[in-house]
């Protein structure tokens, strides 16, 4: 696509965010309004309502839209399906019938295929790999989530959200459940949740930069909606069977995914593992909302699916961030995404350095950063949720605290080796040395979501009457569960208090405090200056310096019956002696264990089932007719002891 074309398809993509965060926030702060379109369809037509829950999302979609479309402007090879993207982003929340949502997922799934593979001449194998993978895990979710809905359309009477709302409660519990399980995988599905994320870190990682950030802050969003509108608003919640589902996928995902991010040297695969982590957090507070609201404790229910709606816009912020920094490394150092190749970027790349920085610190959860409210807010709700009657919770509910725990203590070694690694370290390779600033466009891009990641820090009680809103429509609060007071969070239903403001404050001060006591001590002591001993090897240069593949050994070691990894060691002895060894090749590598264990045998199956159907395959015209004649018999058959 020509720079013009590219600068309009931009435009149009910032129009419709703009759009989508303007009609979000009004149904945040309570519009309500619906449009019927019966002959844009046939059989049922189009149908769209939005109210706060909806608004959220579409809120959230809109302003990642509009961002990601700024930050796009003069981006080489911007493709024309990025308009029909960011429409199916704004609008999957506002649907309101199930053929309307499914219009609107497919269209979503379609248009971010078409991005995926917008490089393919770059690096042919690898992103046909990518959308291999990625069609195949999205339209496996799709048929999940078709027939989750039409079985839910034809047991209630009716295929609009209010029929279905309407109808739920006389479906048997036996079915309800059925709908929830296909819901929830397809759901898990598209957030990338475990053993369902083997897309995500291909897809991500061959996109190109804005496309990358528009999957990971708003299209994973997705999921957790889908899962929040069927599971609370419009099946009305359920058995403490289907929550438990929920949380133990979310806290193994949880953990899993930050592992498998400790361990990659690819920025963008670490950025990918790093969303399942965030998803499964965020899908831990939904589960949890329903384990609670199963025994019956509204308002704590409410305050966790609260913590998790504010953990999905913090996500946003923070990863929108982080996603499209890399996209300006890649971008600036030829193609380079190997941390280990890396490095010395904070020279090069001042600002972008500083706002990864700034985006990392809301990833790990640490104050002052965006992410440590909601992950506070969480850990409140489940910590309460102790007092729950129930085996149940008594068993899961230490478990997911503990899973939060350590899923943020790794974060942080995560975010420290991308960090330190990729920006201060010395450069290690031509690329790093090569990079220069990201251009302006990207650079205001980037700011919009720093601004909102500062402003979610410092002010999130300023969502908190949005947020009442949307948790109200899930029908899991009596109350208001947060009552923001615009800097401070207030938690009614548990009667605690959070400024976040004093915290930055406090964390400041301890800095400042701290670097000038060091200063002080330093002056004092006696300076002598001396050469570093260096073994006689001479100055170390950049290859002597800590790589990303070093900083994570030690994790590899304490996790290595989980990671399972795998090494090699390749001995080339000499031409004249088999004693001596001319040379010796030592690799190591971390596979995704839950791809090599379960996808592995199924793709093996399905090609050994390919190659024995190419038999049957023998161009007899004869020989097809009769297979169409048994199969049609077949069907009769079935359709005759069915009926």
Not at 4 to 23: E, F, I, Q
Not at 511 to 535: H, K, P, Q, S, Y
Request: contains cysteine; charged residues 10%.
């Amino acid at each position: 696509m020509s720079r013009l074309g590219s600068a309009l398809c931009s435009t149009v993509t910032a129009a419709v965010g703009a759009a989508g965060l303007v009609g979000g926030a009004t149904a945040l702060g309570g519009g309500v309004w619906s449009a019927d379109v019966p002959w844009l369809l046939p059989l049922g037509g189009v149908r769209l309502a939005l109210d706060p829950l909806g608004g959220l999302f579409m809120a959230v979609s809109g302003a990642v839209v509009l961002a990601v479309a700024v930050y796009g402007i003069g981006w080489a090879g911007t493709s024309a399906a990025l308009p029909g993207f960011a429409v199916a982003l704004v609008l999957v929340p506002a649907a309101a019938s199930v053929s309307s949502f499914l219009l609107l997922w497919e269209l979503m799934a379609l248009t971010s295929l078409l991005l995926v593979i917008t490089e393919h001449r770059e690096r042919p194998r690898a992103v046909r790999e990518a959308g291999v993978w990625y069609a195949v895990m999205t339209q496996l979710g799709f048929v999940l989530l078709l027939a989750g809905l039409a079985l839910f359309a034809s047991r209630a009477g009716g295929e609009s959200f209010a029929a279905l709302r309407a109808g739920a409660g006389a479906m048997p519990g036996a079915v309800r459940g059925v709908v929830f399980v296909l819901v929830a995988a397809a759901c898990m599905s598209k957030s990338g949740l475990v053993p369902l994320h083997g897309w995500l870190p291909r897809a991500y990682g061959e996109a190109p930069g804005p496309v990358s950030a528009l999957m990971s802050a708003a299209m994973v969003n997705m999921g957790v909606y889908g899962l929040v509108r069927v599971g609370f608003d419009l099946l009305g919640g359920g058995p403490v069977w289907w929550w438990l589902l929920v949380v133990a996928a979310a806290g193994v995902s949880a953990v899993y995914g930050i592992l498998q991010a400790a361990m990659a040297s690819d920025l963008k695969r670490l950025l990918a593992y790093s969303s399942t982590e965030n998803m499964g957090l965020v899908l831990l507070g939904v589960g949890a909302a329903g384990l609670f609201a199963a025994a019956g404790d509204r308002q704590l229910a409410g305050l966790a699916l609260a913590a998790a709606l504010l953990h999905v816009v913090n996500h946003a912020a923070f990863k929108g961030l982080l996603f499209c920094a890399a996209g300006a490394v890649v971008r600036a150092s030829g193609g380079v995404r190997d941390l280990d190749a890396l490095g010395g970027l904070r020279a090069r790349m001042p600002v972008t350095a500083g706002l990864f920085a700034l985006a990392a610190l809301g990833a790990v959860a640490l104050p002052p950063g965006n992410g440590f409210v909601s992950e506070w807010l969480l850990l409140q709700a489940l910590i309460h949720g102790f007092a729950v009657p129930g085996i149940a919770a008594a068993i899961v509910l230490p478990l997911a605290v503990a899973v939060i725990a350590l899923s943020a203590g790794l974060a942080a070694a995560v975010f420290v080796k991308a960090l330190g690694v990729g920006f201060f370290a010395r450069a290690r390779g031509a690329g790093a040395v090569a990079a220069v600033e990201a251009p302006p466009f990207a650079l205001a891009g980037m700011g919009l979501f720093g601004a909102a990641c500062v402003g979610l820090a410092l002010a999130p009680g300023v969502l908190g009457g949005g947020l009442d809103r949307a948790v109200g429509v899930a029908g899991t609060a009596a109350g208001g569960p947060l009552d923001g007071g615009g800097v401070d969070v207030r938690l009614e239903a548990i009667g605690a208090h959070l400024s976040p403001v004093v915290v930055a404050f406090a964390v400041a001060a301890a800095l400042v405090v701290t670097a000038g006591a060091v200063r002080v001590l330093a002056r004092r002591r006696r300076r002598t200056r001396a050469r570093v001993w260096d073994c006689g090897g001479g100055a170390p240069t950049p290859s002597m310096a800590y790589t990303a593949t070093s900083f994570a050994e030690p994790l590899q070691r304490v996790f290595d019956q989980v990671l399972a990894p795998e090494q090699d060691v390749e001995e080339t002895a000499v031409s004249e002696s088999a004693y001596l060894v001319e040379r010796i090749r030592f690799r190591r590598r971390v596979p995704d264990r839950i791809e090599h264990r379960l996808y592995r045998p199924v793709l093996e199956t399905l090609e050994r089932t390919g190659r024995a159907a190419r038999r049957l395959a023998t161009g007899s015209v004869h020989l097809y007719l009769g297979y169409g004649f048994f199969g049609l018999v077949s069907l009769l058959v079935v359709l005759a002891v069915g009926w």
